[in-house]
């Protein structure tokens, strides 16, 4: 693998340390999209780019989101001043992608891989007939694609249904874990209360909702028993803490600013469990995160990130929407031994499985072989 060069399109944080792990290995190039940068101290090579989008952002209301089609300026050009021979791009149904398609037909001798979260057809009708068009012109393009690689077990699943014959990958996001780790000294359950952290954005699909009628539940069972919410933005703190106060739990609930991310793992010590009860989360990277830092978790069976979550071993995994079973997982995890017990687990399973030296052996490994890049789970 040392002749291998890479050229990463487009640049996204959440790859950063995988990236970074892997250019300690090899030669790697990253677009950067103008609103991103490069750490200070990095052995990334960065590449400028510029979009077009043709005016779909004025759609992003139909979408409900904020993707929206891009087309990198004069990315052919850009290719032609670089030295690389695997190309990786991220999601099917970017034009960018349909750019990096074009470009490997003219280049037969490079690889293109294509890294995906996509796991299932989105409920939007707009959204839903976009992606299924462009799925189907990735179909139709598919000898020239080398391999998929997905973060999670459901996209997996869904992209080997939709791809019949492709070879798709499993290849989880790593985790930082100089910077998330384990605290020796932490108490689980100080004074009997039990301290739980949810760390997402207000979204109905986050299911805020869920987790204020769990405690509800318990509170009518005297059941000591706080939770934090936090976000990694600001702009929703008024709406959890209205929220809160719609379902009766107000003095149960405190509301954070924003944190940076050096200073998570100490609010992570300072609770006894992460709670994520969301429908349908991509990935959810708060629960390694946890996990890392010796955190037990508590998560609905449709959060991607349950591919780092071992139930039962790590922590819980309840029915999505299900209020009195995510009461009950909470109940659980009042026994400080069976805490302990996950978060050893936990971060036991993060440090000896995800540091992005890992990760980035497997994928290598997978680039020379075709093999998968770990067991299932």
């Given at each position: 693998?040392?002749?291998?060069?890479?050229?990463?399109?487009?640049?996204?944080?959440?790859?950063?340390?995988?990236?970074?792990?892997?250019?300690?290995?090899?030669?790697?190039?990253?677009?950067?999209?103008?609103?991103?940068?490069?750490?200070?101290?990095?052995?990334?090579?960065?590449?400028?780019?510029?979009?077009?989008?043709?005016?779909?952002h004025l759609l992003k209301p139909f979408f409900r989101g904020k993707r929206t089609i891009k087309y990198?300026?004069?990315?052919?050009?850009?290719?032609?001043?670089?030295?690389?021979?695997?190309?990786?791009?991220?999601?099917?149904?970017?034009?960018?992608?349909?750019?990096?398609?074009?470009?490997?037909?003219?280049?037969?001798?490079?690889?293109?891989?294509?890294?995906?979260?996509?796991?299932?057809?989105?409920?939007?009708?707009?959204?839903?007939?976009?992606?299924?068009?462009?799925?189907?012109?990735?179909?139709?393009?598919?000898?020239?694609?080398?391999?998929?690689?997905?973060?999670?077990?459901?996209?997996?699943?869904?992209?080997?249904?939709?791809?019949?014959?492709?070879?798709?990958?499993?290849?989880?996001?790593?985790?930082?874990?100089?910077?998330?780790?384990?605290?020796?000294?932490?108490?689980?359950?100080?004074?009997?209360?039990?301290?739980?952290?949810?760390?997402?954005?207000?979204?109905?699909?986050?299911?805020?909702?869920?987790?204020?009628?769990?405690?509800?539940?318990?509170?009518?069972?005297?059941?000591?028993?706080?939770?934090?919410?936090?976000?990694?933005?600001?702009?929703?703190?008024?709406?959890?803490?209205?929220?809160?106060?719609?379902?009766?739990?107000?003095?149960?609930?405190?509301?954070?600013?924003?944190?940076?991310?050096?200073?998570?793992?100490?609010?992570?010590?300072?609770?006894?469990?992460?709670?994520?009860?969301?429908?349908?989360e991509a990935i959810g990277m708060v629960v390694p995160e946890a996990m890392a830092c010796g955190v037990?978790?508590?998560?609905?069976?449709?959060?991607?990130?349950?591919?780092?979550?071992?139930?039962?071993?790590?922590?819980?995994?309840?029915?999505?929407?299900?209020?009195?079973?995510?009461?009950?997982?909470?109940?659980?995890?009042?026994?400080?031994?069976?805490?302990?017990?996950?978060?050893?687990?936990?971060?036991?399973?993060?440090?000896?499985?995800?540091?992005?030296?890992?990760?980035?052996?497997?994928?290598?490994?997978?680039?020379?072989?075709?093999s998968e890049l770990i067991d299932d789970q």
């Open positions: 693998m040392s002749k291998t060069r890479i050229v990463f399109l487009p640049y996204k944080l959440h790859f950063r340390h995988f990236l970074s792990a892997l250019a300690e290995r090899m030669p790697v190039t990253v677009m950067l999209p103008p609103e991103k940068s490069l750490p200070e101290v990095t052995k990334l090579h960065g590449v400028p780019i510029r979009y077009s989008e043709f005016g779909t990198v300026k004069d990315l052919s050009g850009l290719f032609g001043t670089l030295d690389f021979n695997v190309l990786i791009t991220c999601e099917y149904y970017h034009w960018y992608t349909l750019q990096c398609i074009a470009y490997k037909k003219r280049h037969p001798g490079l690889k293109l891989y294509v890294i995906s979260e996509t796991k299932r057809w989105p409920r939007n009708l707009v959204a839903y007939v976009f992606k299924r068009v462009l799925l189907f012109y990735f179909k139709l393009n598919i000898k020239h694609i080398d391999g998929v690689y997905v973060y999670t077990d459901a996209a997996k699943d869904f992209l080997k249904e939709q791809l019949p014959g492709m070879e798709v990958s499993l290849l989880p996001a790593p985790v930082d874990v100089q910077v998330f780790k384990p605290n020796a000294t932490k108490q689980f359950c100080p004074n009997g209360e039990l301290r739980l952290l949810m760390n997402a954005r207000f979204s109905l699909y986050k299911r805020h909702k869920d987790l204020f009628a769990a405690l509800m539940i318990l509170h009518r069972e005297n059941k000591r028993v706080r939770v934090t919410c936090i976000s990694r933005n600001e702009w929703d703190r008024e709406q959890i803490a209205a929220l809160a106060v719609e379902k009766g739990v107000q003095d149960m609930v405190s509301v954070l600013d924003a944190q940076p991310q050096t200073e998570m793992p100490a609010l992570y010590y300072a609770h006894d469990v992460l709670v994520l009860p969301s429908y349908n037990p978790t508590i998560t609905s069976d449709t959060v991607g990130a349950n591919v780092y979550v071992k139930h039962g071993e790590t922590g819980l995994i309840f029915e999505t929407g299900n209020v009195t079973a995510l009461a009950d997982s909470i109940r659980r995890c009042f026994d400080t031994e069976l805490l302990e017990k996950y978060g050893w687990n936990a971060s036991a399973y993060i440090q000896t499985t995800f540091t992005p030296q890992m990760v980035v052996q497997r994928f290598t490994e997978s680039l020379s072989s075709g």
